[in-house]
């Protein structure tokens, strides 16, 4: 008897089909209210952006750099510009106004991030191939819109560690998630195969730990380069980064991943990181045997304390994240030391050592003012309080999980989000299928929690959506486009728009007029027809 669940035939017809026409406005993600007015806004040489109040200036000089590159001039700021940011202190946080009229433009928020949506509005409706405004007539179409967020957290993760992304390629990504509308970028910084950021206590982790190639004592698992590769960000790096993202509207979340996923670490610091007499025996899900810190080494909490600190006064953002996945079966459970600190703490199971570890990087964290999220895991067993924001990933059903235990949650489930996995079915197409393959189609499908009652309270626990790029297979600008473009904007949907307004051949024939902007940004997507 068989008794697996039948898939039936891949429609792989819906990645020939053609993409409806464009339309004459392709937002994305989909505005709560767009009305379209007759005639259009003239660009002309003495077009300016009028001094903004201090909650636009970062929006306005974003759009001042858009502008600037779209044309090939200066683009002004001066107090006579008619294009202006208005503060509307009633409006909404993240919500905003952008009218567009014969002789002005308006962009209307109450909010720094309602400022900064109303940008990415303004800029979608612009020409992606305009002469040069001296040369010929440049305009945008007249219209109304009013918008606000579904979801308060819009977030993409990156994995910086597995292999190496330059400062030049983040800042190029952050740009596109800003003009789709997602305010957060969770920086996966460390695991296994790299160490990524510069800490001052400790150069080793750079000079050694960002690293990999044959003569390093971090072996790369699954690439054959036969030179050593890597690199790592320094704090004036970071920095930048911020900066370039805040006027964006989007907040850099850090992630330093602990307990497990932490070879990088140990292979740099073996020292303060390693327990000879530690005898316990495991592998992790990708196979090292060698990548868990151990709760009963001094140095370990001494490597938190000063790591996490260093983290908390680079970054500005209210939250830390810890990670706390996948810290594999076997660990801590042949060493005197574990046991003696489980016997001190009437604990019953290695496992709840983990707990003890996660709950120390909080009290540093809460310490500075800051506060923890760590993956689901993170929540096995009742590990950390319910301060701590739970980032669900193995399955949708994880994070309801999560949210009825009373967690904020953001949903980051892998069959919906993951941009390392497949989005075709032939055998060619690039990217990994643990968790199926994910078609554009199928990430605009996702309706998150569509299975419980509207008045359910688990919906509030639920702060946002994020979509996330594992990099294992990733080593290239081009495959890194190939894997999150289209379907970022998909997920920039789900997140932002009412779900009642969605509709795929709407999305479809959006989508349409957005890849001219893609073409001209020169990105690397998939094509859909
Ligand atoms: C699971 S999602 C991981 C990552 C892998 C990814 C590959 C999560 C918290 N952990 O370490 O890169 O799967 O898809």
Known sequence: EVTCIDLGQPAIDRFTTKLPPAKALNIIPMPASVTPLSGRFKLTQSTAIAS????ASGAARWLQEELTELLHDDFPIHRDGNIHYQAHPEMAEGAYRLLIEQDNICLQASSKSGFTHATSSLLQLLPANPE??????????????????????????LDCARHFHSIKRLKHLIAQLARYKFNTFHWHLTDDEGWRIEIDAYPELTRIGAWRGPNEVLLPQFTTINQRYGGYYSKQDAKELIAYASDRGIT??????????????????????VDPEDKSQYRSI?????????????????????????????????????????????????SEACQNLMDQHGYQDPKELQGHLLRFAEEVLQAKGKQMMGWEEATDGDKVSKKTTIFSWRSENAGLI?????????????QFTYLDLAQGYSADEKGVDWA???PLDDVYQY???????????AHQQIIGIQTALWCELVNNQSRFEYMIYPRLLAISEI???????????????????????????GINYRHCE
């Not at 903004?52 to 909650?55: I, K």
């Open 132 to 157: 040069h405004y001296a040369a010929a007539a440049y305009s945008i179409p007249m219209v109304d819109i009013q918008d606000q967020p579904h979801y308060p957290y819009r977030g993409m993760m």
């Open 495 to 521: 997140c932002w728009s009412n779900p009642q307004q969605r509709n795929w051949d709407d999305f479809k024939a959006r989508l349409n007029g957005q890849l001219k902007y893609l073409d001209k940004a």
């Open 402 to 414: 999560c949210a009825q235990q009373g967690y904020d949650v953001v949903m980051q489930p892998a």
């Open 436 to 438: 199926g393959k994910l």
């Open 447 to 457: 309706r998150p929690l569509a299975e419980l009652a509207p008045e359910d309270p």
């Open 52 to 55: 903004p109040n201090a909650l």
């Open 252 to 273: 850099i979340i850090p992630e330093i991943d602990i307990p497990g996923h932490c070879r990088a670490a140990i292979k740099s610091l073996p020292e303060l990181l």
């Open 286 to 334: 990708q196979n090292y045997p060698d990548n868990v810190l151990s709760p009963a080494l001094k140095g370990t909490y001494t490597f938190i304390s000063n790591v996490l600190t260093e983290i908390c006064e680079l970054f500005p953002a209210p939250f830390v994240h810890i990670g706390g996945d996948e810290v594999p079966a076997g660990v801590w459970t042949d």
